[in-house]
């Protein structure tokens, strides 16, 4: 199988910073990666998927970016609606690993 | 409205089986593959099984971890997904999501774009 590290495990931060979230996977994945965000209680959003592409209503301050082993999520300014856990998916072969998440709180 | 509805969720004893349904409404849910995760208390989310739409030949794939004790079907005339689950293990206690993948036309993304709420198993004796 293959393995996602996500880094940080735990973020702090404030409104209007920019957090920028990393995920590797243990073998090259081409541009199969997708970003959930998830909130307490809810499903996971689907928002970024294929590495770089922003998923159909999900605000632009939000971006991905990588390809083959390592890739990263960009908030630009976060807002109070962000704090939440985000989670990577590799989907270049099953099974469809994830990320550990990383969970993003207000400082 | 594209959506998914989980149900079937409850409490079983360890040993028991339980089937959980995934029913989808405002697309043609033939068309689609059904993905089943899952999600532990307090843990993070785990890909369990997939089951490819009609025009794929309905294949599955599962997880190491229930290969063998579940079992994905689906019945498109009912729009409508399973997840057969057996021999039931108190870590398999958790939140169940059914979801489909985004198509941009003929593009299949690989993100899974249209979730069912959850509905919860408990392993317990």
């Known amino acids: 199988d293959i393995q996602m590290t996500q880094s940080p495990s735990f973020v702090s931060a404030s409104v209007g910073d920019r957090v920028t979230i990393t995920c590797r996977a243990s073998?090259?994945?081409?541009?199969?990666l997708a970003w959930y965000q998830q909130k307490p209680g809810k499903a996971p959003k689907l928002l970024i998927y294929?590495?770089?592409n922003l998923q159909s209503g999900v605000p632009s301050r939000f971006s991905g970016s990588g390809s083959g082993t390592d890739f990263t999520l960009t908030i630009s300014s976060l807002q109070p609606e962000d704090f939440a856990t985000y989670y990577c998916?590799?989907?270049?072969?099953?099974?469809?690993?994830f990320g550990q998440g990383t969970k993003l709180e207000i400082k | 409205e594209v959506q998914l509805v989980e149900s079937g969720g409850g409490l079983v004893q360890p040993g028991q089986s339980l089937t959980l349904s995934c029913k989808g409404s405002?697309?043609?849910?033939?068309?689609?593959?059904t993905y089943w995760f899952r999600q532990a208390p307090g843990k993070g989310l785990e890909w369990m099984t997939f089951i490819r739409g009609k025009a794929y030949g309905g294949t599955a794939e599962y997880a190491t971890s229930v290969r063998g004790r579940f079992t994905t079907s689906r019945d498109d005339s009912k729009s409508v997904a399973y997840l057969q689950m057996s021999s039931l293990k108190i870590e398999d206690t958790a939140v169940y999501y059914c979801a489909t993948e985004l198509r941009i036309g003929s593009w299949w993304t690989r993100g899974k774009d249209v979730w069912g709420q959850g509905t919860t198993v408990t392993v317990s004796s």
């Open positions: 405002g697309f043609t849910f033939g068309d689609y593959g």
């Open positions: 998916q590799q989907a270049d072969r099953f099974p469809h690993t």
């Open positions: 073998q090259g994945i081409g541009n199969w």
């Open positions: 294929a590495a770089s």
